[in-house]
């Protein structure tokens, strides 16, 4: 089954084959919390979201995405390659998150204690220089598939309360399965980072999509794969583990546009019963 982000991608590359240059602005995906956009303009147009200037092709193809809590108005303005400006208000629907207590966790990973604040804030030092990177390639075109399969037992956007303490919310979507199960690249892409313990991660891996989308697998066993490499969709990159803040094997997947952080469930269909059903 093709994911709602491939269909619409599709489409968007016929209309870089067929449009005439007078083409309107086209945008496909959930203008949603959380969402991925991908567009389409003219060739030679630039185009800049509430002021911030996008990465184009030269056929004018553009990604942007929405965060958590983005507000629920946004501008996207286009300048034509004559110099004529457009701007199109988009309204972005807000969502409801799920409480998800979790407890049972070392006192440690909740409250950390003050000698390791340093390595927490190179773990973050270290996660937000990989999501600053911005490739031209558009590796995300091969659409996206699940990393792993298993059961989801956390979704994105929910608010956490660990050991009965509020704290932020989960960026990501766990997905439960056996110690040592395959992870694969969810996208075609390159590998950006790969730590070996992280406080809260544990092995952790950074996947770059281009156009600044990234993919994160949090708390792994094991990464089979070399910062710099290029990797395929459903190439093997990892196995699942339970390292780092983790009361159980399972594998965090995230994705980020940049610092906003976007729901993986919005990208693929229905979790599969199994490998194969991809």
């Known amino acids: 089954m093709k994911s709602r982000f491939l269909s619409g991608l599709l489409f968007l590359l016929a209309i870089a084959?067929?449009?005439?240059?007078?083409?309107?602005?086209?945008?496909?995906?959930?203008?949603?919390?959380?969402g991925l956009i991908f567009g389409k303009v003219a060739p030679g147009a630039a185009v800049a979201l509430n002021g911030k200037p996008l990465r184009m092709t030269e056929d004018g193809l553009f990604i942007f995405g929405f965060g958590r809590d983005a507000a629920p108005a946004a501008t996207l303005t286009v300048t034509g390659a004559d110099g004529n400006v457009t701007s199109h208000p988009l309204e972005i629907a807000q969502r409801e998150y799920r409480v998800q207590r979790i407890d049972g966790l070392p006192k440690k990973f909740v409250t950390p204690p003050d000698d390791v604040l340093k390595r927490i804030r190179a773990d973050a030092a270290a996660a937000a220089k990989a999501r600053e990177i911005d490739r031209p390639e558009t590796d995300f075109g091969s659409g996206f598939r699940w990393p792993a399969i298993g059961i989801v037992s956390g979704v994105y956007g929910s608010q956490r309360v660990l050991n009965g303490e509020p704290r932020r919310p989960h960026f990501g979507i766990d997905i439960a399965a056996p110690q040592g199960t395959q992870v694969v690249a969810p996208a075609d892409g390159t590998v950006t980072l790969v730590h070996p313990d992280?406080?809260?991660?544990?092995?952790?891996?950074?996947?770059?999509h281009g156009h600044g989308l990234s993919s994160a697998f949090l708390h792994l066993e094991s990464v089979t794969v070399e910062e710099g490499q290029r990797v395929k969709q459903g190439e093997q990159i990892a196995t699942v583990g339970s390292t780092g803040r983790s009361t159980g094997p399972h594998l965090d997947w995230r994705i980020n546009w940049f610092t906003e952080r976007l729901d993986p469930a919005l990208l693929v269909p229905p979790m599969p019963k199994d490998a194969t059903a991809q």
């Open 17 to 34: 084959i067929a449009a005439p240059a007078s083409a309107e602005l086209e945008l496909k995906g959930d203008m949603t919390q959380g």
């Open 198 to 208: 992280m406080y809260f991660t544990g092995v952790t891996l950074f996947l770059d």
